[in-house]
């Protein structure tokens, strides 16, 4: 064995949740995740521990995701909504019978929802945490956090609210994890000077960045970004390594644009008649994806070919073993010229496995069965594994950076989006005084509170990210501008010391995240 | 609808004004004539109208009617953003190495008509760049080198020349672009040709992992 392969899937929603309908479109993005990717990957880690396979991976599972997972209202809905595939799978076996092509689909899909479904309500209860922490306590994973609500922690400017963002990170993944994280995942690996200093504050040992966050440090990195480098702070920093994205990301390049897997843009929601869909749609009878998809990408056409599971399953353990053979070439070259063990840092968004390529789930799982088998050049490993091996790393300051589109902050402020800072910073500006009122009556304090989640949500990265992409564009404005307009009713209501009940109560029982959270607690 | 109401709005904002009630405009009008022209305009209803959204920021939030699917996210007076008064702010955000934002805030009750200019400055308090703001209330600058501290002042000329500070900003700092020379030695001492860092800074330089094509640009 020569060097490391550290896999990290980075597993992050905007916390979404509306009581004040009965359905919401935008609530799918959660059932979706759950049912294409989180559900899935429980299950590639179940196989794995049942036929000793031994791996190692790393997930972070961000403060709005775990709220929404153990939300009660969110996971009814979700129930609902995972039975509903199931009578639709069940409608579709009966439709394509004649089908010779499409009917063994149908019956995947339909065994598939009720394997999960017995895995949701039976094995989990309800709550897929538990199956995480399982497999965290079993020690194959390990599990980072993130702040509260995914902030772009630079653009937020003042380093008081980077603190709370990353103290309310660490608060929410002890309540729903009952351990302490080492690890962090800045979102969208945004860092800027300073926040290692907040980190090392709450106990945080390591965190990730692109590529060009370490090879542009202070310092040149002597490994490049195969291996850590550790700021004086004392925060270790792993960079992410640019070839093993490649091959999983590139639309182009990578492995999921292979015409054998399946096609996303053919879904049952939108192909079939509106009548027969309309009870799986939403109320407003909009099409949306379901799930259910009979296409493969075929071609550079769209004349879709029928899936067929067997040949894509053919491609996942070909390019399963390809992307292993890559990483034992890797290991191999770089440890003939590094005086230490290679770390190759794979960091993804986890929603690439399972819903976007509906095949990645089973890659990442013959990943590890192909790396365990040919026992070669190259183990899994996590980075707290990594650092307990080597604790003693190049001193070095990383370079400001993230992840997102021209490696800036550019994608997070632009034309499309570079309106929202006055407000979140004037709003950062007020809550820092209603903080530090006094004296302050019981019912101002419970407001504060609220005041400080809508505030939380407001600084969300979401909000902007959308804004840029150009899809959902509406509903980012319309959350943004209303965790606004709520915080800075709130905020006049405190300082005049008129709060209207019924309006507070109705924000605290909507806007609910961090039920828990108290203003008094922050020492800002 | 009063006169005096029209005289506290901009020059653009009357412009806008005198447009939507299909009011003749020449474009060299000055203020007083647009305010002329607009009170004389027989559509007294819908300026009133018109003006109670346009009044000034007093910080309080208004209630216009929500519409669409949306617009049952909450009471109605969520659908606006607040309007700040009495609040002086300029913010320098960092965008990339060569780009910085800057927005503001400024309470003009004070000012009346005076001219605001934005002064940024780059280490070592060299004056990079004076610009005249007018009615605008944000700007993106190039700064000619990466990795440094810019910080930035509005004010305006006072009548003995002398430049009066409005607003102060943060200090901001732009990212790196490139590698350290610091460690380059190090880096390269005691390895062959290429070394982990070479070849990851090639492969940087080959290509751009963070262009999120097809697939995440179809995302949400």
């Keep these: 064995m020569k060097g490391y392969l550290a896999i990290v899937l980075h597993s992050h929603l905007p916390y979404v949740r509306h009581p004040e309908f009965n359905d919401f479109l935008e609530e799918d993005w959660l059932y979706e995740a759950i049912t294409e990717t989180y559900i899935p990957l429980l299950d590639v880690f179940t196989r794995l521990v049942s036929d000793r396979v031994d791996f190692h991976i790393t997930l972070s599972l961000t403060p709005t995701l775990l709220e929404m997972l153990s939300d009660d209202l969110l996971m009814k809905r979700y129930g609902r909504h995972l039975q509903k595939l199931i009578e639709l799978s069940e409608k579709e076996i009966q439709r394509t019978h004649d089908d010779p092509a499409i009917n063994p689909l149908s019956r995947m899909y339909d065994d598939r929802f009720k394997h999960y479904m017995d895995m949701f309500k039976n094995r989990y209860r309800g709550n897929i945490i538990t199956g995480f922490k399982e497999f965290m306590d079993a020690g194959m994973i390990e599990i980072v956090t993130s702040a509260a609500t995914h902030a772009y922690l630079p653009l937020l400017i003042d380093e008081k609210w980077q603190d709370v963002q990353i103290h309310t990170g660490v608060d929410t993944y002890r309540n729903h994890l009952g351990t302490s994280p080492e690890g962090i995942w800045l979102p969208e690996n945004a860092y800027t000077e300073g926040i290692d200093r907040i980190l090392n504050r709450y106990g945080i040992k390591y965190t990730f960045l692109d590529a060009h966050g370490l090879l542009n440090a202070s310092v040149r990195p002597v490994y490049g970004v195969y291996a850590p480098i550790c700021s004086e702070e004392g925060v270790n920093f792993f960079g992410r390594d640019m070839q093993s994205a490649k091959q999983v990301w590139s639309a182009k390049e990578g492995y999921p644009g292979d015409y054998d897997y399946r096609e996303f843009y053919r879904d049952v929601g939108y192909d079939l008649g509106f009548e027969y869909v309309k009870p799986y749609l939403h109320s407003d009878g909009s099409r949306s994806n379901l799930g259910i998809k009979y296409y493969r990408i075929t071609g550079q056409t769209d004349q879709k070919q029928p899936y067929v599971p067997q040949w894509a399953r053919n491609k996942v353990q070909a390019h399963a073993g390809n992307f292993v053979f890559n990483r034992e070439k890797h290991i191999e070259y770089l440890s003939g010229i590094m005086d230490r063990k290679p770390l190759i840092v794979a960091a993804y968004d986890a929603e690439l496995f399972g819903h976007w390529w509906f095949e990645g789930p089973e890659f990442i799982e013959h990943v590890f069965r192909k790396i365990h088998e040919i026992n070669g050049s190259v183990k899994t490993i996590t980075p707290g594994m990594y650092l307990k091996e080597y604790p003693e790393n190049q001193i070095a300051q990383p370079s400001q950076s993230s992840w997102g589109d021209k490696g800036y902050h550019e994608v997070w402020l632009n034309g499309t989006n570079d309106w929202i800072y006055k407000h979140v910073h004037i709003a950062q500006d007020r809550m820092d005084e209603l903080m530090h009122l006094s004296p302050v009556s019981r019912k101002q304090q419970r407001a504060i509170d609220q005041a400080l989640r809508e505030l939380l949500l407001a600084q969300s990265s979401d909000w902007p990210f959308i804004m840029n992409s150009g899809t959902m564009v509406e509903y980012a404005k319309k959350r943004f501008i209303s965790h606004i307009a709520r915080f800075t009713y709130l905020y006049e209501q405190i300082k005049n010391n008129r709060i209207d009940h019924r309006f507070l109560e109705g924000i605290e029982s909507r806007d609910n995240i961090f039920p828990w959270i108290q203003y008094r607690n922050y020492a800002i | ?220």
């Design chain 2, 1 to 220: 609808m009063k006169g005096k109401d029209l005289k506290a709005l901009s020059i653009i904002e009357l412009r806008k004004l005198a447009k939507q009630l299909h009011v003749s405009l020449k474009r060299t009008m000055t203020k007083q004539q647009l305010v002329k022209a607009i009170v004389a305009s027989t559509r007294s209803r819908a300026i009133s109208a018109t003006l109670k959204k346009r009044k000034q920021p007093s910080g309080k939030i208004h209630h216009p009617p929500a519409a669409g699917r949306h617009a049952a996210l909450g009471p109605r007076y969520e659908e606006i953003l607040p309007a700040y008064s009495g609040i002086t702010k300029l913010v320098l955000m960092p965008r990339d190495p060569w780009w910085i934002f800057a927005y503001w805030e400024i309470d003009r009750s004070q000012l009346g008509k005076k001219d605001l200019i934005l002064r940024v400055y780059r280490k070592d308090n060299q004056l990079y760049a004076s610009i005249s703001i007018g009615d605008a209330n944000n700007w993106y600058i190039n700064l000619p080198e990466p990795g440094e501290t810019a910080r930035s002042e509005i004010g305006f000329i006072r009548a003995d020349g002398e430049f009066k500070v409005v607003a102060v900003s943060n200090t901001v700092r732009t990212p790196r672009a490139w590698p350290s020379h610091t460690g380059y030695e190090e880096a390269m001492h005691g390895f062959s040709h290429t070394t982990p860092f070479t070849e990851s800074y090639e492969a940087f330089e080959k290509s751009n992992p963070y262009i999120r094509e097809d697939i995440t640009s179809r995302k949400r």
